[in-house]
């Protein structure tokens, strides 16, 4: 017999569960393994129309593993955490080398896959191979340290070990793959993080948390995340109608991505002191030019760090040398670069049209 918690989710995931999303039900293995990299630090809102589109550039595992990188850096531009995008393109070669194009269907084969981690390991061996292996997440844990009443913090060795532990045992392992779905849309509109449904929800009289007011208060969380704030001041040289970009390549945020010159301040600068900047003075003065612009106050949010600054146009009227890594473009070629949204957001803004793919 079934505990009374599989056996309510199965039911109110037949009843009542109407979340559609193009990845569900799918039995593709590359097309599930290729949701779960884009939704992992991304809202289904956001990640959809990318999963559509990657589907449409890359039908196969083949398609992806022998695509330009910059193609797919392109159509991944605006999703953030590159190092994502970094990790689908080794694990295609891996497939279509190693595998020769057949996604592996052993659990342990697949959580041995750059970018996977046990979590999507158990995402598509459930989904597209019925293997019993129950997925943990955000939602998973939530839902569980509520109907449970478990105090320990979710991010803790103990508690995570715990809420892993009872989330197996409650596993359908004859439909682990309906299951994993059912509590994982189950948290994501029922037991939501904030103001979750719990008059509508049908686990109410036995949620611990519920019955003892302690929705709000679980799950617990013991780390808290310090965030840095980095000043980065854009400076577009113009040189002859072309621009100078470079692709960042050091072991820091939006590697792979590409960028102006950059000047990274320790503070926030005005724009007398944007003027005065030796840096930029220095290239005003061995390279002729003026500032002809500068842009309002930009402002990105990383998990870790706040990025704010703002963009310097600088036409000059003598050849820059700037380094083997710095290439001269035409504005109207810019679409064909991957940026950050930083600088995305600032370029469309200037009209510059990003939204090709």
């Not at 896959?113 to 598509?124: C, N, S």
């Not at 870790?304 to 070629?333: C, M, N, W, Y």
Request: proline residues 5%; contains cysteine.
């Amino acid at each position: 017999m079934k505990p009374f918690f599989t056996s309510k989710l199965l039911a109110w995931n037949r009843k009542y569960n109407k979340r559609a999303m193009p990845w569900k039900g799918e039995k593709d293995p590359y097309k599930i393994w290729l949701s779960e990299i884009i939704l992992q630090q991304t809202r289904v809102e956001q990640g959809w129309d990318y999963y559509l589109r990657f589907i449409e550039a890359f039908p196969t595992v083949k398609h992806l593993a022998t695509a330009p990188e910059a193609q797919v850096f392109k159509l991944w531009e605006g999703l953030g955490y590159y190092t994502r995008c970094k990790n689908l393109i080794a694990t295609a070669s891996i497939i279509h080398d190693r595998y020769k194009g057949v996604f592996p269907s052993a659990y342990e084969d697949i959580l041995a896959l750059k970018g996977i981690g046990p979590y999507t390991a158990a995402a598509i061996a459930s989904f597209a191979f019925n293997l019993p292996y129950a997925v943990v997440d955000g939602n998973v844990l939530r839902v569980m340290a509520r109907m449970f009443g478990i105090k320990q913090p979710v991010d803790s060795t103990k508690g995570k070990a715990l809420l892993t532990s009872l989330t197996n045992n409650l596993l359908d392992k004859k439909l682990p793959g309906i299951y994993n779905q059912a509590i994982m849309d189950f948290g994501a509109v029922i037991c939501k993080p904030k103001l979750p449904l719990c008059d509508d929800c049908v686990m109410k009289n036995e949620c611990i948390a519920y019955n003892e007011g302690l929705v709000d208060a679980i799950p617990a969380k013991e780390k808290k995340i310090i965030k840095k704030v980095r000043w980065m001041y854009y400076i577009i040289i113009t040189y002859n109608s072309r621009v100078y970009i470079r692709m960042r390549t050091g072991k820091d945020i939006w590697q792979n991505l590409h960028e102006f010159v950059l000047v990274e301040a320790e503070s926030k600068l005005s724009n007398e002191e944007i003027a005065r900047h030796n840096v930029i003075k220095q290239y005003m003065n061995k390279y002729k030019g003026s500032i002809t612009g500068t842009s309002k106050h930009y402002v990105q949010q990383l998990t870790h760090q706040t990025i704010q600054g703002r963009f310097i146009e600088l036409t000059v009227s003598r050849l820059p040398d700037l380094g083997k890594d710095f290439i001269a473009v035409i504005p109207k070629d810019l679409p064909l670069y991957a940026f950050p949204k930083f600088i995305t957001t600032y370029l469309q803004e200037k009209n510059v049209n990003l939204s090709q793919h």
